[in-house]
């Protein structure tokens, strides 16, 4: 990936057919015509979702966006503390946030894909497996050889966190030696996906502004139900945030739009701040809150 890239966030929008420039961190470290491909490609694949597109759609896809967009704000959390966890000393903890900051992001960008049906819950309870195998498989459009690198660092964490989770090694941490995991290649990977995610939504966004400058209304399906409703053995839970969040977009959210353009500045801060507590030395859910998204 040795070159200087040229694309500008500009450039980068104007292809995607967005009118949301995006600070991107991880895509000038591949080649532009590489970029430029990804982008053809997925507005291609969305071509057919535009051309159909009306108000179930525009529901099926805010959701989509939505989730989305709270997996990389969990994932930013996950990563954040697990920063703090080691600069602590809190080890046992590493494995799992490490694995889950890239695997949040994978799910994110498994979300807004064009070429994988929506399958409701069947979607957002994927099976880890099969997560990480299929964001890498298609991270492939992007650059073959990273695809592959990935996939690596994905199984080797989930692996350790397998062994922490199941079997808990008396040495602890140093059992992995060099391999385990780094924060640092943990966030890099967490980033491209978040990136990745950001400029799909970006796609379909222009793929729809190109064809209909018309508006679409969200409808009250059981989909978005999936967005602040948490069923588990025991309880069926409403988050009273999620619900009021969805009431926000559901006045405003009239067509697709890039990732960025759903993390509002109150969406984010609410995120975060409900993990903040006002202790001592207490971890700052706030800190680096733009770690994976670039927050305009």
């Not at 997925?42 to 535009?50: M, V």
């Not at 997996?71 to 966890?85: D, K, Y």
């Not at 602040?228 to 559901?250: C, H, K, N, P, Q």
């Not at 507590?277 to 927050?295: G, I």
């Amino acid at each position: 990936m040795d070159h200087s890239p040229t694309l500008s966030p500009a450039a980068i929008a104007k292809n995607a057919g967005s009118q949301f420039e995006y600070r991107y961190r991880e895509l000038p470290n591949f080649d532009d015509g590489a970029v430029i491909r990804y982008i053809d490609t997925t507005r291609r694949l969305f071509a057919p979702i535009a051309n159909g597109f009306e108000d179930t759609a525009n529901t099926e896809w805010f959701v989509r966006s939505y989730l989305a967009l709270k997996f990389v704000l969990a994932a930013t959390l996950q990563a954040n503390s697990a920063r703090f966890a080691i600069e602590r000393n809190l080890q046992v903890v590493r494995p799992y946030l490490v694995y889950y900051s890239m695997l949040s992001c994978c799910r994110a960008f498994l979300f807004t894909l064009p070429c994988l049906e929506w399958r409701g819950m069947r979607s957002i309870e994927e099976k880890h497996g099969t997560i990480i195998r299929t964001a890498a498989d298609k991270l492939k459009r992007l650059d073959a050889g990273e695809a592959e690198r990935c996939l690596r660092i994905l199984d080797t964490a989930r692996n350790q966190r397998n062994v922490i989770s199941y079997r808990f090694p008396t040495s602890g941490l140093a059992l992995f030696r060099d391999d385990l995991v780094s924060l640092d290649e943990a966030v890099r990977v967490a980033r491209l996906f978040t990136e990745l995610t950001q400029l799909n939504l970006a796609c379909l966004e222009g793929s729809v502004g190109k064809l209909s400058g018309k508006a679409f209304n969200l409808l009250d399906l059981d989909d978005v139900w999936h967005a602040m409703r948490y069923e588990t053995s025991t309880a069926s839970l409403i988050d009273d945030d999620d619900y009021m969040r969805v009431g926000y977009f559901l006045r405003h959210y009239h067509k697709p739009v890039a990732l960025i353009a759903l993390a509002t500045e109150g969406l984010v801060e609410e995120f975060f701040g409900a993990w903040h507590e006002e202790l001592a030395d207490a971890f700052d859910p706030d800190r680096d809150d733009d770690l994976l998204l670039d927050l305009l």
